[in-house]
């Protein structure tokens, strides 16, 4: 059974950071490209930040130079370091994996308070 589990989500105040994890279980995490979205009410689901299995990055236009992803395979999980965080960031994010097949996790809630 495959599980893509978030955490670390929270309440920030505007200009703070905070770094979400996603554990991945079931699959073959290296072999995997992992990603970061983002969904707020009423808008659709966007990528933030992907990284593939040889370790290549990239990111939105709205969250270069302020978030890194990350992953660890040897602990099958991801990161995302979010930095000088804006109210925009406000959102449900959500991990992805992707490779045969596109698993994704329940998400966790980031706010950011102005």
């Known amino acids: 059974q495959v599980q893509l589990v978030e955490s670390g989500g929270g309440l920030v105040q505007a200009g703070g950071s905070l770094r979400v994890s996603c554990a991945a279980s079931g699959i073959i995490f290296s072999m995997y490209a992992m990603g970061w979205y983002r969904q707020t009410p009423g808008k659709q689901r966007e990528l933030v930040a992907a990284?593939?299995?040889?370790?290549?990055?990239n990111y939105a236009d709205s969250v270069k130079g302020r978030f890194t992803i990350s992953r660890d395979n040897a602990k099958n999980t991801v990161y995302l370091q979010m930095n000088s965080l804006k109210p925009e960031d406000t959102a449900v994010y959500y991990c992805n994996a992707q490779w045969r097949r596109s698993y994704w996790g329940q998400g966790t809630q980031v706010t950011v308070s102005s």
């Open positions: 990284i593939t299995s040889g370790g290549s990055t």
